[in-house]
């Protein structure tokens, strides 16, 4: 009986990666140069938001995906964190909601304005606060709205209720820092990995720990569901220092079911599981490789198919949800590949080659749509439920219904005499400056709420040829009033304006001279009539 080796029959067996071409990539993007293992990217059907390299404190940029090409380097940011942030993630639910954490120990919830930020966004509209150091990890529920986890570097996952903006369970039972956290199809288990060499499966709700594995031979450090198989896969480092991925049954994490050895590189194996296709992808950070698998439900499990290869080394990968796939292409997955050296992010489309232009409904089944199938407070009481399940032939062009709303909050005061300084904020520029001017009309001697340019107008509206009697508040007054209160006009009835309290206004442009009384201010720096250079004129 001769020998015959055996083939597989596999509709994806040919699966190729294709890069896009340099005008459908985004260029000039000032990529973190944070060492921390996360993707620094995060992707949805509308926006790419990238983590960006910053001065002070953390900022991360919101690009919508049609505005391909190079990014100008003053393009607005969101930046309201205090310090780097580590992680990122779009609500999958509502597509302008997304979520960040940073080394400042909060999580913040952000909404993008329809049509992308047109200037730096610093207001978050809800700001969670519960970890006490950095915060490295964020996740949402997979089919519950406004169910958000986090993990932090003090040891604790904590789980929010975004309705009502308050955490509502914290895990404690990890003994070191957590590297990764995967939710199953319905979001009744959770896997997390940690730096003390255990998997865990963890029941959320209730914080208890169904199964655990240490990890001696086999150092985990990303954990995948592999869909409703109930089987597990990590990626890891064995015990020579090669890259190795183990696939383990949920049920008993006693032994893995096979561990098999990618290659003897150091960079950080991703993991992605397409649940619909059963296909697998490994990324190397560091590298520019992405080998993929088949996963079958019989030994040997994983079935090596090919391998995407690139010279450029990627540092992190966003992936776009099923919903935003081109299935005109058959394109059944596609990486947004984060190149550091060249500021790059490169899509790469995973196509299956199909002759047929029609829709191709054996290599797209139902997949989990964009309706949340379970309320915060359904899912906390200890309901489960499966993912909504939407076709892509019609349904990928549905929009979402859902709005976020954020808790109502007590609002933060300042009042003194009368006056909250948190929203009677002093202007910062010239334009505040004379914009200020104009809506108050802050006594000008001619009345008609322009500020002055020239010497003249200055001491008119100065030495007043009126009663004195506007508001006064116009540049911030109150400010001025702590800082020049020698600046009071000197003479008689007529003052420049009056505070809200009823004492005595300050002109504008005492602020160049310190207020020197009984003087006429004049605008500084002018130009002497003898020379070319500024020079200041004393009072």
């Not at 730096?120 to 529920?141: D, F, I, K």
């Not at 604790?156 to 957590?178: R, S």
């Not at 829709?359 to 309706?371: A, K, L, N, R, S």
């Not at 000197?490 to 602020?511: A, D, F, K, Y």
């Amino acid at each position: 009986m001769s020998w015959r080796p055996q083939y597989r029959s596999s509709k994806f067996r040919n699966v190729y990666g294709k890069a896009a071409s340099r005008e459908h990539c985004f260029d000039g993007i000032p990529i973190t140069k944070n060492v921390h293992d996360n993707h620094f990217c995060a992707v949805n059907a509308r926006y790419l938001a990238i983590v960006t390299e910053s001065a002070g404190g953390g900022s991360f940029l919101v690009i919508p995906l049609e505005q391909t090409g190079r990014i100008e380097p003053n393009y607005p940011k969101i930046c309201g964190h205090q310090g780097n942030v580590l992680d990122i993630k779009w609500n999958p639910f509502i597509e302008n909601i997304i979520a960040s954490c940073s080394e400042d120990t909060s999580v913040r919830i952000w909404e993008i304005p329809e049509g992308g930020l047109k200037r730096n966004m610093t207001e978050a509209v809800l700001e969670l606060y519960g970890h006490s150091r950095r915060v490295g990890l964020v996740e949402w529920h997979p089919t519950t709205n406004n169910i958000l986890l986090s993990a932090g570097y003090d040891y604790k996952v904590m789980i929010w209720n975004l309705d009502i903006g308050e955490p509502v369970k914290m895990i404690d039972c990890h003994t070191d820092v957590i590297l990764c956290m995967s939710f199953n199809t319905d979001g009744s288990l959770l896997a997390t990995t940690c730096k003390d060499k255990r998997l865990r499966v963890v029941e959320p709700r209730s914080g208890r720990v169904l199964q655990e594995a240490s990890c001696k031979n086999h150092r985990v450090n990303r954990v995948v569901f592999l869909g409703s198989t109930k089987r597990l896969l990590t990626t890891g480092v064995s015990r020579w220092n090669t890259r190795q991925i183990a696939l383990w049954d949920q049920e008993d994490l006693s032994m893995p079911l096979i561990e098999e050895e990618i290659d003897g590189l150091s960079g950080l194996l991703f993991p992605f599981y397409d649940a619909d296709t059963h296909m697998l992808y490994l990324a190397g950070k560091g590298d520019g490789n992405i080998r993929y698998y088949e996963i079958g439900s019989e030994k040997p499990y994983l079935s090596y198919l090919m391998e995407f290869r690139s010279p450029a080394p990627q540092k992190g990968l966003g992936v776009m949800p099923k919903h935003g796939l081109d299935v005109s292409a058959c394109e059944v997955f596609r990486f947004y590949k984060l190149i550091t050296l060249k500021g790059l992010i490169e899509p790469i489309s995973m196509i299956v080659p199909r002759r047929s232009e029609t829709y191709q409904e054996d290599i797209y089944p139902m997949t989990p749509g964009t309706e949340p199938a379970l309320t915060p407070d359904e899912w906390l009481s200890g309901v489960n439920r499966d993912p909504i399940l939407m076709s892509l032939k019609e349904g990928y062009k549905r929009n979402a219904k859902i709005v976020f709303k954020a808790p109502v909050r007590e609002k933060k005061s300042v009042v003194v005499n009368g006056i909250d300084l948190l929203e009677n904020v002093p202007p910062r520029t010239e334009n505040e400056v004379g914009q200020a001017w104009r809506g108050s009309g802050s006594g000008s001697g001619n009345g008609n709420g322009v500020p002055p340019r020239t010497e003249n107008e200055v001491g008119q509206a100065w030495s007043g040829n009126g009663n004195g009697n506007g508001n006064g508040n116009g540049i911030g007054g109150m400010n001025l009033e702590r800082h020049h209160a020698s600046s009071r006009h000197p003479n008689g009835s007529g003052t420049v304006g009056s505070l809200q309290g009823g004492e005595p206004g300050i002109h504008p442009m005492t602020l160049f001279h310190g207020g020197i009384p009984g003087s006429v201010p004049r605008p500084f720096p002018m130009m002497d009539t003898f020379s070319t250079t500024p020079s200041i004129i004393p009072s």
